[in-house]
């Protein structure tokens, strides 16, 4: 009897730590009327794949960047990735428009993609519920490039 129920604890330890996959998606959506081109200073293997940028076409979105993980999906993690371990924004972030206008966002100032907090940034997750847990197995994160940005604009 003591074996079945040492068997059934180790069974139920294994069953609820077992660290789960997830993923996070990173969107760039443009609900302005111009094509932009979003750049950073930061050169690494990341940029290495985008020499010329990402250009998103007016009211059209991209994934530009996928992050999977042990664990579950959460926002601190999404930004964590971006900002400091893959370090995709870099210090300095450029949206240039069809028409050569832009906007320079940079990380010291915290304005633009840096402010997490602002309200270009949507972060949406799904939940997967296990046998005995429930954890967020996917994540977005979209920043939202608007036509107000675009009226903001330096001139080139």
């Not at 050169?43 to 960047?65: S, V």
């Not at 997490?116 to 046998?131: A, K, L, P, V």
């Amino acid at each position: 009897m003591k074996k079945l129920g040492f068997f059934l604890c180790l069974l139920v330890i294994a069953l609820t730590s077992c660290d789960h996959a997830y993923s996070i998606d990173y969107k760039l959506s443009n609900s302005s009327g111009h094509a932009v081109t979003f750049t950073s200073n930061m050169y690494n293997d990341f940029w290495k794949n985008y020499p010329d940028g990402i250009t998103i076409e007016p009211r059209q979105d991209t994934i530009y960047l996928i992050h999977e993980g042990l664990g579950s999906a959460h926002l601190y993690k999404a930004k964590d990735y971006l900002l400091s371990v893959y370090e995709v924004y870099g210090d300095t972030i450029t949206f240039t428009f069809d028409d050569g206008r832009y906007l320079k966002y940079t990380k010291e100032v915290g304005n633009g993609p840096f402010d997490f907090e602002g309200d270009h940034y949507i972060w949406t997750t799904e939940r997967n519920q296990g046998f005995l847990n429930s954890w967020d197995y996917y994540g977005c994160l979209t920043y939202t490039i608007t036509e107000e940005d675009y009226a903001n604009c330096i001139e080139p």
